[in-house]
């Protein structure tokens, strides 16, 4: 199985600022077909998760460009600019090359 | 606007067995592949299994940890996707989401495993 490790576990920010979470695999996630299916989602307390980007970069809809994911092979990083109180909660990598799918331990986002 | 509703959760003694159901609209669910995802409690994600739409003969996979004793099923018709879990263990308590492969997520669907 692909191992994704997430660092750090957890992160404090204050509103306004920037952090970046790191998301490596133990596997190349470049897919046959040459795609990159590395996800990174948002929970937040009591909801279920949220896409917020696809395929390494890309933006689902409705998410705004503060969320920007880079990266790859093994190496990704999302990265939060001028962080809101709405963006709090735990965030997740996920890679859809190879099953079974898996997902990084997560990243809570707390305030400072 | 998206609508995702997942029901058959509940309270289950161990050997038991589950039929969770999952209701979309909103969206072309034909096009798209289908997911459940569990949460243990305090816990992060676990994929648990995936079925494919007609273009890929609704082929399906799952977690090995849950294999032989999960199906996966759909039924386009009514935009509905189905997770039948059997033998269930303490280990299975969590919450049940269903994903338009990831995109779409619902509110989930508590099973609770417990003599």
């Known amino acids: 199985d692909v191992v994704m490790t997430q660092t750090p576990v957890s992160l404090s920010v204050s509103l306004g600022g920037q952090v970046s979470i790191s998301c490596r695999s133990s596997?190349?996630?470049?897919?046959?077909?040459?795609?990159?299916?590395l996800s990174w989602y948002l929970q937040k307390p009591g909801q279920s998760p949220q896409l917020l980007i696809y395929?390494?970069?890309n933006r689902f809809s409705g998410i705004s460009d503060r969320f920007s994911g880079s990266g790859s092979g093994t190496d990704f990083t999302l990265k939060i600019s001028r962080v809101e109180p709405d963006d709090l909660g735990v965030y997740y990598c996920?890679?859809?090359?190879?099953?079974?799918?898996?997902f990084g331990a997560g990243t809570k986002l707390e305030l400072k | 606007e998206v609508q995702i509703l997942e029901t058959g959760g509940g309270l289950v003694k161990p050997g038991g067995s589950l039929r969770l159901s999952c209701a979309t609209s909103?969206?072309?669910?034909?096009?798209?592949?289908m997911n459940w995802v569990r949460q243990a409690p305090g816990k992060g994600l676990e994929w648990v299994a995936q079925?494919?739409?007609?273009?890929?003969?609704?082929?399906?996979y799952y977690a090995e940890s849950l294999e032989g004793r999960v199906t996966i099923s759909r039924d386009d018709s009514k935009s509905s996707v189905y997770l039948q879990v059997s033998s269930l263990r303490a280990e299975d308590t969590a919450i049940y989401y269903c994903?338009?492969?990831?995109?779409?997520w619902g509110q989930g669907t508590l099973v609770t495993v417990s003599s």
């Open positions: 994903t338009s492969h990831f995109a779409y």
């Open positions: 909103g969206f072309n669910f034909n096009d798209y592949f």
């Open positions: 079925i494919r739409n007609k273009n890929y003969n609704y082929a399906t």
């Open positions: 596997q190349s996630l470049v897919h046959n077909n040459g795609n990159t299916y």
């Open positions: 395929k390494v970069s």
């Open positions: 996920g890679q859809g090359t190879q099953y079974p799918n898996t």
